[in-house]
């Protein structure tokens, strides 16, 4: 039990005027009692809004009650189903379009290859004559690759120019949704696609290595971020923080980079936009290597993530480890190499935003990742989907500030939940644990954006009463939350409230 808690719960004995209540009134008065103390400890729930928000939100919860009779009536609940077969009824959803112009703050739990609509990557990418491509013989996928001379021989891959094969087929519009299927996770019976969380993993990881061989050529890749950036300042976020694994980036002749010059690229094109997109905050990245990778390898990692984290030490801002959770290796297993930088005198400077607790597991190694992200002083946590079943783990991280980044749509996708109704972390929501609502992988299923995770959690996750101070509550945690310095939140944090006043003024005076 967390101290706010435990106080609460105090107060309330002390309150309830009879615990037997004699009559109907007191019983009455005792449970109106009750569940307000209860509505006051959820995420919000100490927020007071103002006159203008007050109308704004009544706006809203006319919306959102609107939309759950409708679901009761019909039976079919849009977070209670697929995302897939979900999606084309969020699109639809009034609470969705408000959530779309709400200014939402920042996004921090993304990964660098899975940002951006696929179909923007196939028109950009694809058309572009040097672009060459195969169906690989050995694993039935795409492959693609950009060369100014014919690629290398290779007895998988028959290479053929795309724009030639593209004439050739007959019809461009089948034969580039063909090459978005090839990317992307959407199907038309995902349970029957994707019968175990391996199965969905294995194609997961397929589908990125398809679109790496578009996202990894240098042209390409500034351009994928550049529209990232404009995608998520489109659907009103204004910051966002992003994972990756710093592949080798390369040019027409075969040339490549190393990974001081792809966080370079990542901090110009950052620049850049912040320049053509004055109310945009900025972006950070975060080098993450893959948990299944050996000691050594991971020991070469943080030497190289501590090597960048001083030649950018503003735009760099820290480590994790990614991939399966389940098959990785364990937090533990690399202790020696993640106590290093800490340990030296005077420390050095490497902070931790570990995915940890990504899984349906209680008490197996991958779920005592929660306690050992948290004893090595993680920033936040990814995921944390298992936190609620580590009481003492959560009752720390909330002491310490380290909140999760919950992405409800990639945890449903990803199999560990199937009604987001069940997702664990409504529990949280209902004490206020410290929380960043983030879209993990949307490109891959279809997402763009942060709002269909954020409707995803208004509506499922914080209960009916989660209102307009939920929602912002959240989006303020996450400009809290997100590694900006002390002078760039506060500016982001203003140009917040702005936004906050004319998300409010246009409500008003245009509806939804
Ligand atoms: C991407 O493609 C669109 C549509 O063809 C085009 O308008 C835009 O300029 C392209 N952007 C880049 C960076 O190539
Ligand atoms: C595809 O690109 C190549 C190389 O620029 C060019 O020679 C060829 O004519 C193009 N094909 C089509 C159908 O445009
Ligand atoms: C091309 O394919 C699309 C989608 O598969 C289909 O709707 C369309 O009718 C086709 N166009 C032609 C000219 O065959
Ligand atoms: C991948 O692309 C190939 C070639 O265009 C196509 O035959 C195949 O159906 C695509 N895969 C999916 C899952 O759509
Ligand atoms: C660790 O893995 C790398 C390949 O990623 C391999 O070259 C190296 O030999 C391995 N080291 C140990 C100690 O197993
Ligand atoms: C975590 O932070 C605490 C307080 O600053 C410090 O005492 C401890 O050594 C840190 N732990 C690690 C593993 O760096
Ligand atoms: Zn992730």
Redesign the pocket.
Known sequence: MTPVLALQLMFLACTLPHVKAETKSDFLNARANLLSLEHGLKTGGDLALNDMERAVNKVLMALKVKELETALGSGSFPPSAHFFHAKPAIEQSKVFQFIRKMPKGAALHLHDDSLTDLSWLVKNATYQPDCFMCLNRQHGMLQFTFSGSWPAQDPNCNWRRVNNTRIET??A??FD?ELVANMSLIREDPKMAYPTQAAVWKAFEGVLTVANGLIFYSPVFKAYFYEALREFYEDNVQYIELRGLLPQIYELDGTTHDEEWVVAAYKEVTEQFVKDYPDFSGAKFIYSSIRAFNQSDIAKDVAKALKLRAKFPSFFAGYDLVGQEDPGHPLVYFLDTLLQPGQQKPPLDLPYFFHAGETDWEGMAVDNNIVDAILLNTTRIGHGFALAKHPVAMDLARKKGIPIEVCPISNQVLKLVDDLRDHPVSFLLAQGHPVVISADDPSVWGAKGLSYDFYQAFMAMGGVDADLAFLKKLALDSLRYSSMAEDERSKAMELFQQKWKLFLHDVLSNGI
């Open positions: 007959g019809n519009t089948k949704a």
